[in-house]
């Protein structure tokens, strides 16, 4: 069974672009994920997906959104990039039950100079 | 005070011996406990759930909770040098419809041969 998987894995942008990432979730699970990790603050919910309906949202700015689509995948876009934005984001994917276990994808490496 | 806290090490050991991980929480409503293990450049992978209080043995790793402290302990025994990695320790309360996780920062741990 394939895990989750997440593109790209590395990406260098510069202040005021925007970036786009993406996960597949592992097969039949409909709930995604995502967090972001740095040394500093460690792993931080972004938000989470269900159905293609947003269930739950960190405490981040407006510049990070997302949205799942029909089969599961998902995409998240960061605007107007800044500095502190640089960090590796992770994908979960759940597939339902009571211990609400989360399968991580190996992350996006996002280097914003 | 972050709802999670942990040591982040880092953590040396030699082979073979017992290693105590540890995190203390403050939101009394977290039900949910897991440790994650995360390698180098990897996504975090999980180790051990528990629900609620109590002890929960794997092999050579065993989860401990405490809610009456707020306090949540992994033991590693007879460590390997594979057993090198960050830490992390997770939680959530029993609320339905969201499974988003509060973290620890992590504690990085080294096992020398």
């Known amino acids: 069974k394939a895990g989750v998987t997440q593109t790209p894995r590395y990406l260098i942008k510069t202040r005021g672009q925007q970036v786009t990432l993406s996960c597949s979730p592992i097969s039949g699970h409909r709930s995604v994920s995502w967090y972001q990790q740095t040394p500093g603050q460690g792993l931080q919910f972004l938000f989470e997906y269900f159905s293609e309906t947003q269930r739950n949202k960190g405490n981040f700015p407006g510049r990070f959104s997302g949205r799942q689509f029909s089969n599961s995948r998902s995409e998240m876009n960061v605007s107007t990039l800044e500095l502190g934005d640089s960090a590796l984001y992770l994908c979960?994917?759940?597939?339902?039950?009571?211990?609400?276990?989360?399968?991580f994808g190996e992350g996006s490496r996002l280097t914003v100079l | 005070q972050k709802e999670v806290e942990q040591d982040p090490g880092p953590l040396s050991v030699p082979e073979g011996a017992i290693v105590s991980l540890n995190c203390t929480y403050s939101?009394?409503?977290?039900?949910?406990f897991m440790w994650y293990r995360q390698y180098s450049r990897k996504g975090p992978e999980l180790l051990m759930y528990?629900?609620?209080?109590g002890n929960k043995e794997d092999g050579r790793f065993t989860a401990q909770v405490d809610k009456s402290s707020k306090y949540i302990s992994l033991f590693i025994r007879d460590s390997q040098p594979s057993d090198s990695a960050t830490y992390l320790c997770a939680m959530r309360g029993s609320g339905a419809g969201s499974y988003q996780l509060t973290f620890g920062k992590g504690t990085k741990l080294s096992v020398i041969p």
């Open positions: 528990t629900y609620s209080s």
């Open positions: 939101n009394s409503a977290f039900q949910y």
């Open positions: 979960a994917s759940q597939g339902g039950g009571a211990s609400g276990e989360l399968f």
